[in-house]
């Protein structure tokens, strides 16, 4: 199982749970991240790369979709940590804005907060990124 899939499976979990409002029911935000996090928890754990397993997914309310993943070392330094998410702060964005279903994400609102543990359950480093900062025009 790759990322790859379960960033396929949050589309379509997207899109299905948009395409309701076709059939007269609009779905509520709320809608859309239960069935995001459902899908992505049924396809969890998943071996990302040598040290990264994304573990599963929640959302909190009004609009979070959060990411748990844990990493195969027990800390990181200052200077990692400030690497990890300088890396991240410029790459991750750009994967969510090519993906299917992150403008619908976006147009509701919804903020996406990866964050990373260590095997202890201690959390490591943690990105939020603001739907103006994946969701905008390329």
């Given at each position: 199982?790759?990322?790859?899939?379960?960033?396929?499976?949050?589309?379509?979990?997207?899109?299905?749970?948009?395409?309701?409002?076709?059939?007269?029911?609009?779905?509520?935000?709320?809608?859309?991240?239960?069935?995001?996090?459902?899908?992505?928890?049924?396809?969890?754990?998943?071996?990302?790369?040598?040290?990264?397993?994304?573990?599963?997914?929640?959302?909190?309310l009004p609009a979070t979709l959060r990411y748990h993943y844990t990493l195969?070392?027990?800390?990181?330094?200052?200077?990692?940590?400030?690497?990890?998410?300088?890396?991240?702060?410029?790459?991750?964005?750009?994967?969510?804005?090519?993906?299917?279903?992150?403008?619908?994400?976006?147009?509701?609102?919804?903020?996406?907060?990866?964050?990373?543990?260590?095997?202890?359950?201690?959390?490591?480093?943690?990105?939020?990124?603001?739907?103006?900062?994946?969701?905008?025009?390329?």
């Open positions: 199982m790759t990322i790859r899939r379960v960033i396929v499976c949050v589309a379509w979990a997207v899109c299905v749970t948009l395409g309701l409002s076709g059939c007269g029911a609009q779905p509520s935000t709320e809608d859309v991240l239960r069935v995001t996090v459902e899908s992505v928890n049924a396809l969890t754990p998943i071996e990302v790369d040598e040290i990264t397993r994304l573990d599963s997914a929640s959302y909190q195969s070392i027990d800390s990181l330094s200052v200077a990692e940590r400030a690497d990890m998410e300088e890396y991240m702060r410029a790459t991750v964005p750009d994967r969510i804005r090519e993906e299917k279903g992150s403008e619908a994400l976006g147009r509701l609102g919804v903020e996406l907060q990866y964050c990373y543990f260590n095997p202890s359950g201690k959390l490591l480093l943690e990105l939020t990124v603001a739907p103006i900062e994946y969701a905008c025009e390329k």
